[in-house]
């Protein structure tokens, strides 16, 4: 049967705490199988199924400032997509709000024990009056009561932007501090500068700290990590971004330092076809005088839709096959996943995931198969509930006993609308634009601005080439923060960009639809 973790993590549908990785991972390894690594940490295609389940089942909004705030030391952590695999984790819980402006509130994971449904743990969130996560609060169940667990605790700027994450856990009797992140912006909406600080019983201890530089479009080009020694931060490790014309990348390059210079470490190269799509992952890692080859990623689409990701592993002379994941849709909506292992001369069935949805395209269920020599056998199915909101108020997971369907995992949430919080009061004192978000997005994405006073507002979007492609406001406006959800559905994947003109003031900012 899948492990219930694999099931949660995996197919990213309760993202509630990201994992964020704080230790140098072990990569003096030789060969190890593709299939046994699927998170690790890059962007690409490889997260698209995960990414298209979790917009359909949850619409799960994220800012990309929270996405990038924890950067992986070791690799790199492209936006949608953050680092699960680790042996020493530190908790980081995230903003989510649907796209009907509801924001999760509570979570309660239950488990069946033959009779009924027990608790296990509940997640609580608390939000400021811009629909921010100020609070998280993990407890555990007794038995009889919700037992404190954990706690993080995020600050904000006036730009909305995260200024610090701090997480406790509960002694028994008080929150006890155990990590501390502060951001540091300089102009942008993305971290300039992080420091990451660790509590000692006594004080905060420096441990890491890490410089952010992006290019004229927001990329980030490179991250210098420094570790504290003693009394100074020294170099540690230093990631290189590259990309091409489409604001694609095209390159990474992770580096070492050592006696005084950067050593070469890990590389890896992104091939891209006319519509963005990513067709191929190449990644290398320095054997001390030239690049070795490691693994061989290959991509194939039908339209802007992934249809095939094949994994390859270096086998000293050629690349070997290892593992083959296809897609199948109805459409925009994938349908079936099939994962194939290579049996030294054709494809073998290993695993299969069918997916369902609702008239209003929301997933409603996925059913999980294991090959057994000559048929595909149940394992497990996930059912989701969603209420008028199209939000996901239950997700319950069952395992086939061979005969019956037997209830194994339940998540109960509940939702509440961002007019049920009370506003912060703030004084606003100029025109802003805001980074939209989710960015990349598929299909739809939200879009904020801020008035300084009354007047005649245009929102409007164009296409690479300059053309207009919609307009999403054109009224008068009273001062203070709007919201605007764009829908792209009608349109390709590819470059926007969205144009705010509100009296003299004029800005344009980008995003990316990916399909």
Known sequence: MKHI????????????????????????RSHYSKRDQKNRVHTSALSKRAYELNQKSMQFKTAKAQQEQYFNKMTAVFPGQEALNS???????????????????????????????????KSSFTYNGNGNETEGLGQSWD?????????????????????????????????????????????????????????????????????????????????????????????????T??????????????????EGSWINDWKDEFTFDGSNNMTNWLTQRWNGTTWGNLWNDI????????????????????WLNDYKETYLYDGSNLTEYTGQYWGSSVWLNDEKESYTY???????????????NSNWSDDSKGTYNIDENNSQVEFIVQYWDGANWINDFRSVNKFATTTDI???????????????????????TTIEFTLPKSGNVELKVFNILGAEVATLVSQNFNAGNHKFLFD???????????????????EVKKMVLVR
Do not use: C
Not at 422 to 444: G, R, V
Not at 488 to 506: D, E, H, K, R
């Open 358 to 372: 609702d008239t209003s395209n929301q997933l409603t269920q996925w059913l999980y198969q294991l090959w057994n």
């Open 241 to 258: 971004f590259t990309y091409d014309g489409n604001n694609n990348q095209t390159g990474y390059l992770g580096q070492y330092w050592e």
């Open 488 to 506: 792209a559905g009608n349109l390709a994947s590819g470059i926007y960009y969205y144009q705010l003109v509100a009296g003299n003031f004029m």
């Open 143 to 239: 038995g009889a009561n919700w037992v404190n667990s954990w706690k993080a605790l995020s600050a904000y700027n006036e730009s909305g932007q995260q200024t610090e994450f701090l997480y406790q856990n509960w002694s028994g009797a008080e929150w006890i501090n155990m990590s501390r992140d502060s951001m540091v912006y300089d102009g942008t909406m993305y971290p300039a500068e992080v420091t990451s600080q660790n509590w000692n019983g006594l004080e905060w201890v420096n441990l890491q700290k890490t410089f952010n530089t992006y290019d004229g479009s927001d990329n980030r080009t490179e991250a210098l990590h420094q570790d504290w020694s003693f009394s100074n931060y020294v170099n540690a490790y230093k990631e």
């Open 5 to 28: 973790s694999t099931i949660l993590i995996g197919s990213l549908l309760f993202p509630l705490i990201l994992l964020s990785q704080n230790s140098t991972q072990d990569l003096n």
């Open 87 to 121: 042996s020493e984790q530190r908790v980081s819980v995230n903003k989510i709000m649907l796209d009907e402006e509801m924001l999760l509130i509570e979570n309660i994971a239950q488990q069946w024990d033959g009779a009924g449904w027990v608790n296990l743990w």
């Open 422 to 444: 009370k506003p912060e009061i703030q004084t606003i004192s100029e025109y802003h634009l805001a980074d939209n978000y989710p960015n990349p997005f598929n299909p739809s």
């Open 299 to 318: 991509l194939i689409y039908n339209g802007n839709n992934l249809i095939s990701y094949t994994y390859q592993y270096w086998g000293g002379s050629s």
